[in-house]
């Protein structure tokens, strides 16, 4: 017996030397590149749910160490980085492109395999199938769709009218979903009764919760202990929910299949007639079609609507830059109320531009963009990143960087996008649709449907709030999230 237990705790010593031993390369790293080393096999996960998965203590960090350290969450070691320089090296190598494993594995396990969650080849084949899905005359083809939801927006905000300050942002949300809902899976699902009670949207919602989670805690990805903390459970009714909401859809669309009159037109390369010919011809699966059509509407409409609130809760707090847009917008619509936007009239205004993108800037949608290192990669300065190391590039440092945007980074300026301005910034300072091959497949769906809804909603409310910038509380997430949430007041301008 003695002899067993000897031979046991023999094998457990030697198992841990070997698991020293095959990550050496990773405690070579930490000589090169500092930072926290946090808690034994914890890391700094405890500190980082400590501070509420507060941004600001990134921050801190960031101070400590310079703008690229090392740290550990639980025994993953992670390189964060809102180095201009770095972030270049990082998004533009090719063996960076897969997001980080336990990243994928997140969204997998509660979403599906979307082309989000997809890694290596399988995502680059992913890629081509859903690229024409964006094409722009597409794009153009959802005008009807973004005009209208907007229209409806509209009237939602007109009855807040002289209620002084509330919460809008649960109404954005509602909107870029039904917005997203529509592009996706087809203007039909209007009629889905889950789509009018509000069910689906509630388990979208649910589903992006537990898939920060399983970001922000990988272990809780290991079936046991997603079990004995009560998470499985609303996992597996998470995507029972989802399965219930979205087979009713794809089934009715394999049904209608666009005939031969339909070939050329942009309705052919939707979403959801793309995912359908590919399911159909056993290119994917049921899953794979059903993640890929919930991965989409969950990505574009929570980052739109969060894109749209942020822009308008700087218009309110900065009453000379509103007024700047709505003069630019009254010469380009000279009749407020219920007017179309086209994507001609979209191009006049550039100063509208210059705000969202600096809303853009100082609120990304998506916080941190999660890579993995599938071989080495050297940096331009010099360090070698070791295959297998996660990587993790910190959107909302880097776009607060004062190396690359000077010292009052953390301050609104739309002039920080005048040609004259935005040409002497590193190209990779500002990245909120992340860039290289792997940049966000429908940046350009996003940009169309934001300045639609912005044009509207600016062209004939004046915004206001008591919120200031130093009460911003910024919450990493999947997507941002905001601790303390401003709140906004409307009063409508003249339609003249």
């Known amino acids: ?44 996960s405890i500190n980082y749910l400590w501070n509420k998965r507060n ?13 690229t350290f090392l740290t550990w969450l639980g025994t993953v070691p992670v390189l964060t980085t809102c180095e201009p320089n770095v972030v270049q090296d990082i998004l533009l190598s090719p063996h960076c492109m897969d997001k980080s494993q336990a990243a994928c594995n997140a969204v997998t396990k509660t979403a599906g395999a979307g082309n989000l969650a997809l890694r290596g080849s399988q995502w680059v084949e992913r890629r081509k199938q859903m690229n024409p899905s964006f094409r722009h005359n597409v794009l153009i083809s959802f005008l009807p769709i973004f005009n209208e ?91 029972f929910l989802m399965d219930e909401l979205m087979r009713p859809i794809i089934e009715e669309k394999m049904k209608n299949t666009p005939n031969e009159s339909q070939e050329s037109l942009p309705s052919r390369n939707t ?42 809760t700087f218009m309110a707090m900065f009453p000379e830059y509103q007024e700047a847009v ?36 100082l609120i990304p949608a998506v916080p941190l963009v999660p890579r993995e290192t599938s071989h080495d990669v050297r940096l331009s ?21 004062k190396d690359a945007w000077g010292p009052e980074a953390d301050k609104f300026n739309p002039d920080n996008f005048l040609p004259e ?16 091959k792997r940049i966000c497949i429908g940046w350009k769906y996003a940009e169309i449907n934001t300045k639609i809804a912005l044009s509207k909603i600016l062209r004939n409310f004046k915004l206001s709030t008591t919120f200031r910038a130093e009460d911003f509380v910024f919450i990493d997430n999947v997507g941002m999230e905001f601790g303390k949430k401003p709140l906004l007041s409307l009063q409508r301008r003249s339609p003249q």
């Open 326 to 361: 709505f003069e630019e917008l009254k010469d380009v619509f000279p009749n407020g109320g219920d007017f179309d936007v086209s994507y001609e009239d979209l191009q006049k205004l550039v100063y509208l531009d210059r705000v969202l993108k600096e809303s853009m800037r």
């Open 271 to 312: 979403v959801i007639n793309r995912v359908v010919e590919f399911l159909k011809s056993g290119e994917l699966s049921y899953d794979d079609a059903k993640g890929e059509c919930g991965i989409i509407v969950a990505a574009g409409f929570e980052t739109t609507g969060i894109t749209v609130f942020s822009t308008l």
């Open 55 to 67: 941004m600001a203590s990134r921050g801190k960090i960031f101070e400590k160490y310079g703008p």
């Open 421 to 436: 301005n935005i040409s002497k910034i590193h190209q990779y300072a500002f990245i909120p649709f992340s860039k290289g």
């Open 149 to 239: 939801e907007a229209k409806i927006l509209l009237s939602l905000l007109d009855t807040f009218v002289g209620q002084g300050e509330r919460e809008m942002l649960p109404d954005l949300l509602n909107w870029s979903f039904r917005v997203a809902s529509q592009t996706t899976l087809g203007s039909n699902v209007k009629e889905n009764p889950n789509f009018i009670n509000g069910a689906l949207i509630k388990n979208f919602n649910t589903v992006l919760e537990l898939t920060t989670l399983s970001v922000v805690l990988p272990w809780i990805q290991n079936r046991t202990i997603a079990t004995l903390l009560g998470i499985e459970k609303k996992i597996t009714k998470a995507k």
């Open 381 to 401: 300065n010099g360090i070698v990143l070791p295959k297998g190391l996660a990587v993790s590039v910190d959107i909302f440092h880097t776009h607060r960087n």
């Open 1 to 44: 017996m003695m002899f067993s237990s000897q031979l046991w705790i023999a094998v457990g010593i030697l198992a841990w030397i070997y698991f020293l031993w095959s990550r050496r390369r990773f405690y070579l790293l930490m000589l090169r590149v500092k930072g926290p080393a946090g808690f034994p096999l914890l890391g700094i």
